[in-house]
């Protein structure tokens, strides 16, 4: 078993909806928590960070952290079609960054 | 503030051949990670390198080694290459003030195809 579990999609939605990343991970050592989106040819781009559990926003984008049950989520409202790349979820105990599969998303217009 | 660089972009390689590749971190960033993204493992850790010293490791074999220097620019070297070593070798930096990973930037990586 993954330390890290992605559905990796694809996932199609049209421009403007509500788009919800998930992802689960069996690592209780992890303290940090990241998303990183990652278009075509490009190295992965930091979007945002939390620690421990809890909601943290920017813009148009909300993480989400439940410890208890071991789940990572990610929020995109309003979704542009320059949104389309891949998501990748990540945890980090020390030493260590630990990432999942990655979930392609497409917003079509 | 200049982001992360990789050099070479694209490399091809025959098997059996070594490689090395290059990362310069941010400007004030101490810490450099390596990582392995495949189609089929995703994004793995290889290791951490922080003020010359590699501070973590992952779980590859001993033919992937790095390096890192006095200017915390970093190295890694592939020794005696296998088919499926074929991949996107990714470098990200972090000020590495603290030892968990939270906040890396990564560079674009460099295409290694091995034939």
């Known amino acids: 078993q993954k330390e890290v579990e992605q559905d990796p999609g694809p996932l199609s939605v049209p421009e403007g909806a509500i788009v919800s990343l998930n992802c689960t991970y069996s690592?209780?050592?992890?303290?940090?928590f990241m998303w990183y989106r990652q278009y075509s040819r490009k190295g992965p781009e930091l979007l945002m960070y939390?620690?421990?559990?809890g909601n943290k926003e920017d813009g148009r984008f909300t993480a989400q952290v439940d410890k208890s049950s071991k789940y990572i989520s990610l929020f995109i409202r309003d979704s542009q079609p320059s949104d389309s790349a891949t998501y990748l979820c990540?945890?980090?105990?020390?030493?260590?960054?630990?990432f999942g599969q990655g979930t392609i998303l497409t917003v079509h217009p | 503030k200049a982001g992360v660089t990789q050099t070479p972009r694209y490399l091809i390689k025959t098997r059996g051949q070594q490689v090395t590749l290059s990362c310069s971190p941010i400007?004030?960033?101490?810490?450099v990670s390596w990582y392995q993204q495949t189609p089929g493992q995703g994004l793995q850790f290889l290791f951490e390198?922080?003020?010359?010293?590699?501070?973590n490791k992952g779980n590859f074999p001993g033919r992937f080694s790095g390096r890192q220097f006095s200017n915390s620019r970093s190295e890694m070297n592939v020794s005696t290459l296998e088919l499926g070593d074929s991949a996107l070798y990714l470098c990200?930096?972090?000020?590495?003030?603290?030892?968990?990973?939270?906040?890396?930037?990564f560079g674009p990586g460099t295409r290694l195809t091995v034939t």
């Open positions: 390198y922080f003020s010359e010293t590699q501070r």
């Open positions: 939390t620690y421990s559990s």
């Open positions: 400007s004030g960033h101490r810490s």
């Open positions: 690592n209780s050592a992890f303290q940090y």
């Open positions: 990540g945890g980090t105990s020390y030493g260590k960054l630990t």
């Open positions: 990200a930096s972090s000020l590495g003030d603290r030892e968990v990973l939270y906040e890396q930037y």
